[in-house]
T-cell receptor, first 116, second 111 residues
Framework: KAGVTQTPRYLIKTRGQQVTLSCSPI?????VSWYQQTPGQGLQFLFE???????NKGNFPGRFSGRQFSNSRSEMNVSTLELGDSALYLC???????????????FGSGTRLTVV | TQLLEQSPQFLSIQEGENLTVYCNSS?????LQWYRQEPGEGPVLLVT?????EVKKLKRLTFQFGDARKDSSLHITAAQPGDTGLYLC???????????FGAGTRLTVKP
């Protein structure tokens, strides 16, 4: 079966611009999570969507937002980009379960965002 | 501050050696997962452990979940260059469905 697809793979943006990243999960996976990975902070949780609803949110400013469509595809948006937003943004899909159940993630290859 | 502390941060060994990496927390987890990540790619799930004291083996890799569900270890026997990568542990919460990751152990196995 096809894996998790993230587009684009690489992106260079200027400070102050905004960016939209896309994620197509594995067919049948209704939960999509987004993470930011940097050398200094590791993987930091951004948010998780299930059935078009944001279920969980990490400690990121409101400039970071996301959404999920009826086909489970998800997008995340970062507005007013800052230099510190340069990172690898990873999307992960998983089967969904009740609160407290954690199925394994399948990650995409990520989008490498560079803000200059 | 990482919710999950992984040690060591870096590990460089020769092919054929054994090694253990650790994942510790003060929090109790509903489950714990281990991933391996290679440069330029997303992490790949190796194992999920859900029961305190559980031990799982995957070929040369042995994973253990602590009795109190607060810590875990990954032991690799006879390491090979193909084991090189960033090993990440991730803990699941009882209150939601997201996983929180440790900073990782970067393993290099030299031929």
């Amino acid at each position: 079966k096809a894996g998790v697809t993230q587009t684009p793979r690489y992106l260079i943006k200027t400070r102050g611009q905004q960016v939209t990243l896309s994620c197509s999960p594995i067919s049948g996976h209704r939960s999509v999570s987004w993470y930011q990975q940097t050398p200094g902070q590791g993987l930091q949780f951004l948010f998780e969507y299930f059935s078009e609803t944001q279920r969980n949110k990490g400690n990121f400013p409101g400039r970071f937002s996301g959404r999920q469509f009826s086909n489970s595809r998800s997008e995340m948006n970062v507005s007013t980009l800052e230099l510190g937003d340069s990172a690898l943004y990873l999307c992960a899909s998983s089967l969904a379960g009740p609160r407290g159940t954690s199925y394994g993630y399948t990650f995409g290859s990520g989008t490498r965002l560079t803000v200059v | 501050t990482q919710l999950l502390e992984q040690s060591p941060q870096f590990l460089s060994i020769q092919e054929g050696e054994n090694l253990t990496v650790y994942c510790n927390s003060s929090s109790v987890f509903s489950s714990l997962q281990w991933y391996r990540q290679e440069p330029g790619e997303g992490p790949v799930l190796l194992v999920t452990v859900v029961t305190g004291g559980e031990v799982k083996k995957l070929k040369r890799l042995t994973f253990q979940f602590g009795d109190a569900r607060k810590d875990s270890s990954l032991h690799i026997t006879a390491a090979q260059p193909g084991d090189t990568g960033l090993y990440l542990c991730a803990g699941g919460s009882y209150n939601n469905n997201d996983m929180r990751f440790g900073a990782g152990t970067r393993l290099t196995v030299k031929p």
